[in-house]
Nanobody, 124 residues
Framework: VQLQASGGGLVHAGGSLRLSCVASGFSLENFALGWFRQAPGKEREGVSC???????YYGDSVMGRFTISRDSSLNTVYLQMNSLKPEDTAEYYC???????????????????RGQGTQVTVSS
């Protein structure tokens, strides 16, 4: 089982990027999937989450600018990021998660899967 994240890059403030997280070995329809980010010297932040039922959740700092969605036919979750700000600069990664609050799942009871990070850099 694995998650493969992609789509990061360098963008000017106000620009947009779309991150993708492709799952293999398990179905995203059965698990909540979260996007997380971490900048150097800062704590991990739960950015967004989509439940197995399709309910969406957002961190306060991205509400109204980011949109999470899922394409079940492709077993892929997307994070559309609009109106990007320099403070959005971080490494972003996807992981199996719980959505309230947005955090990666841990423990033997859960399917713990984390994708590799993809760097998002927003220039001012």
């Amino acid at each position: 089982v694995q998650l493969q994240a992609s789509g990061g890059g360098l963008v000017h403030a106000g620009g947009s990027l779309r991150l993708s997280c492709v799952a293999s070995g398990f179905s995203l329809e059965n698990f909540a999937l979260g996007w997380f980010r971490q900048a150097p010297g800062k704590e991990r932040e739960g950015v967004s989450c989509i439940s197995s039922g399709g309910r969406t959740y957002y961190g306060d700092s991205v509400m109204g600018r980011f949109t999470i969605s899922r394409d079940s036919s492709l077993n892929t979750v997307y994070l559309q990021m609009n109106s990007l700000k320099p403070e959005d600069t971080a490494e972003y990664y996807c992981a199996t998660a719980r959505c309230e609050p947005i955090e990666p799942v841990q423990g033997d009871r859960y399917l713990e899967v984390r994708g590799q990070g993809t760097q998002v850099t927003v220039s001012s």
